[in-house]
């Protein structure tokens, strides 16, 4: 909006979120050149408020970036001392040995983490070499320069009227300039989603594919506890309906970690995401587990999962996309931390290298290749193809191509070549009239929930007075042509009950519940008509998980 006028900041880089890959940037840089100007702008509350805690980290990129970091107090307390792998039906589950599968697929040496409280600790490191960490601070816009270049970004308005427009109470915001943009807002980032489509990122690649994950925190009997223990499942309840699997993380104090992973290429639109994970816990392997304990946090977001193929370009004039805003995730080992910590890193050298030479707002095309030929390109291509396969050929046939191509690609040569995504996730959505509707079983409010009361274990606030950050391109459609052809899938895919068709006088209405939002993006993703679009609330507001 060229007539709001606002106060401007100078920085050497402005970063664009605190999560993992962020807060390596800010450190690296600070790291090569104390005296360089950074900032990091946080939309949650706090750093690590938006961060679904849970997660097996790889510390090779922690490795890389503070060597010492053992002796500097990271939180990583609990490694990993045993790996199962399970294939379920809907009574029992055959164990999958660990000796067939490829090396990369091993935990040993990896760590049972909160990735929150991982972000709290690299947070307190920024800060003591230097790096100014903003929380709160939502970035609305991107500022360009005269020539096109990414020049900054609109941080901190607060105070929208309930329209969208500035009113006698809102507060601007101010823009912080920088001579580059780090964008490492993570899955389907505003900003990096308009840079991707803006300078056509995508040219070339493969179409972004997604899952949606809900996670639970849970407090189980201690004599059912054994902490370092990693388990993975695949199949039931899911079977053919859609891909995906479990895992469950045994960390300290009697937690544990009971995740939930749904491929959005599903075709039925009657699938509901949320329920499958909810009934997966009725399996008598995961009930006996959590029988006795009690749920403390609950959460959810996408994940990305076109994997090597499918990262688009990762700079621009000025700008460069970090971590999962690109799509670093492996998709088989589930991780995807490592890779955003040395994305930040490499392009913080690339930026400092540029800094030096007095260049500015031009591509780091230095970035771009770290990336792709160096440790992250080397993780993604190993397993490009685990994703395609189990798209096109289903679970079974994928988990043994699947690992033969991950065992030849160790070798260093694949006999599939690198094989292709097919459609979005979006237009995977076939209509209504050819599926049967899925009757899911009812919560029963000990082991499984409904939505709305898993929602209030995430925390999540949105003050009521300010604008719907959920976008509608036609509000027509979802009655018009939604409802008809897809039964209105909005109602199910999304894990945070924000979608719902209510029956009035005149017939249905489409209700967006966006006080319910948790962030995870799934609506702007699997849409099959492309018309939700996910903005920015102002700064603060969404989830704030704890600090488990």
Not at 32 to 40: E, M, P, S, T
Not at 50 to 77: F, M, Q, R, T, Y
Not at 199 to 221: F, N, P, R, T
Not at 288 to 315: C, D, F, H, N
Request: charged share 20%; hydrophobic share 35%.
């Amino acid at each position: 909006m060229a007539e709001i006028e606002r106060e401007a900041m100078e920085y050497d880089v402005v970063i664009v979120g605190a999560g993992p890959a962020g807060l390596s940037a800010a450190i690296r840089l600070k790291q090569l050149d104390a005296d360089l100007n950074v900032v990091v702008l946080e939309k949650g509350s706090e750093v690590g408020a938006h961060i679904l805690s849970g997660a097996v980290l790889d510390p090779c990129g922690l490795d890389a970036l503070i060597p010492d970091w053992k002796e500097k107090g990271a939180p990583l307390n609990t490694p990993v001392n045993e790996d199962n792998f399970y294939m379920l039906g809907e009574a029992g589950k055959i164990r999958v040995p660990n000796f067939p599968m490829p090396p990369l697929m091993n935990n040993h040496g990896n760590y049972i983490v909160s990735m929150g409280n991982v972000c709290r600790w690299m947070a307190e490191q920024a800060e003591e070499l230097g790096v100014e960490i903003f929380p709160g601070m939502a970035c609305s816009e991107l500022v360009y320069g005269d020539n096109g270049e990414v020049k900054g970004v609109v941080a901190g308005v607060f105070g929208l009227e309930a329209d969208g427009s500035y009113g006698p109470n809102t507060e601007p915001g101010m823009e912080l300039h920088g001579k580059y943009v780090f964008l490492s807002e993570g899955v389907r980032g505003s900003l990096s989603k308009e840079v991707i489509a803006k300078y056509d990122l995508s040219a070339g690649k493969e179409v972004q594919k997604y899952g949606v994950g809900m996670k639970e925190i849970w407090e189980i009997d201690p004599a059912k506890h054994k902490e370092g223990t990693v388990t993975h499942t695949m199949g039931w309840p899911l079977g053919s309906n859609a891909g995906g699997g479990s895992f469950i993380y045994h960390l300290e104090n009697n937690q544990v970690y009971v995740g939930f992973v749904v491929h959005l290429n599903y075709k039925n639109p009657h699938l509901y995401p949320y329920m499958e994970f909810q009934r997966f816990k009725h399996h008598p392997m995961v009930a006996e587990l959590l029988k006795g304990g009690k749920r403390v946090a609950y959460g959810a977001r996408a994940i990305t999962e076109g994997g090597y193929q499918s990262m688009p370009k990762l700079v621009a004039p000025g700008v460069a996309l970090l971590g999962c805003s690109a799509g670093m995730v492996n998709v088989p080992r589930i991780k995807g931390n490592h890779n955003a910590m040395l994305s930040g890193k490499a392009a913080a050298e690339a930026a400092f290298d540029a800094i030096k030479a007095e260049r500015s707002r031009d591509e780091l095309t230095a970035y771009e290749t770290d990336v792709r030929d160096g440790a992250i390109g080397k993780d993604l291509k190993k397993v490009r193809n685990v994703k395609p396969m189990w798209s096109k050929w289903g679970l079974m046939p994928s988990l043994a191509l699947g690992g033969l191509d991950m065992w030849t690609n160790t070798l260093g040569f694949s006999l599939f070549g690198t094989l292709g995504h097919g459609k979005n996730d979006a237009d995977s959505t076939e209509e209504a009239s050819k599926h049967k509707p899925i009757d899911y079983p009812k919560p029963d409010g000990t082991l499984s929930f409904d939505r709305l009361t898993n929602v209030s274990f995430a925390m999540t606030n949105h003050e009521e007075s300010q604008p719907c950050h959920l976008h509608l391109a036609d509000p027509e459609i979802p009655v018009k042509v939604n409802m008809p052809k897809f039964d209105e899938p909005a109602q199910r895919y999304c894990p945070a009950g924000v979608y719902e068709i209510v029956e009035d006088e005149d017939g249905p209405r489409f209700v967006i519940n966006f006080q319910n939002c948790v962030h995870c993006k799934t609506c702007d993703i699997k849409d099959p008509s492309q018309n939700i679009t996910w903005t920015t609330p102002q700064g603060g507001d969404g989830p704030n998980y704890p600090n488990m």
